[in-house]
Nanobody, 123 residues
Framework: QVQLVESGGGLVQAGGSLKLSCAAS????????IGWFRQTPGKEREFVAS????????YYADSVTGRFAISRDNPKYTVHLQMDSLKPEDTAVYYC????????????????WGQGTQVTVSS
């Protein structure tokens, strides 16, 4: 089992920044890919970004490319999502997830999920 806890969500004005963190515990070991997804009411969960264990395989959704940056601090089993130039359409609950495939970008590729953190961007 791997437990994931997100933090760093909140309310920010459009154009502002937030930094989300995902802390892993339990069966933490090398090899986990960590992905960020987001979801708004009535919509499917949407892929945002992912990084493999080494940090050399990184993907971003087109909607966040150039604005968001994912990074990981492996000694601390933590992955960060720096979100800049936020837009109202970025408002969602953000989830981090752990999976084994380096190029995992679908939610069914991930075995473990955090409880989510709310990000609200006001216009």
């Amino acid at each position: 089992q791997v437990q994931l806890v997100e933090s760093g969500g909140g309310l920010v004005q459009a154009g502002g920044s937030l930094k989300l963190s995902c802390a892993a515990s339990g069966r933490t070991r090398s090899g986990w890919t960590i992905g960020w997804f987001r979801q708004t009411p009535g919509k499917e969960r949407e892929f945002v970004a992912s990084t493999n264990w080494r940090g050399n395989v990184i993907y971003y959704a087109d909607s966040v490319t150039g604005r968001f940056a994912i990074s990981r601090d492996n000694p601390k089993y933590t992955v960060h999502l720096q979100m800049d130039s936020l837009k109202p359409e970025d408002t969602a609950v953000y989830y981090c997830a752990a999976g084994l495939m380096a190029d995992a970008r679908a939610d069914y590729d991930y075995a473990y999920w955090g409880q989510g953190t709310q990000v609200t961007v006001s216009s």
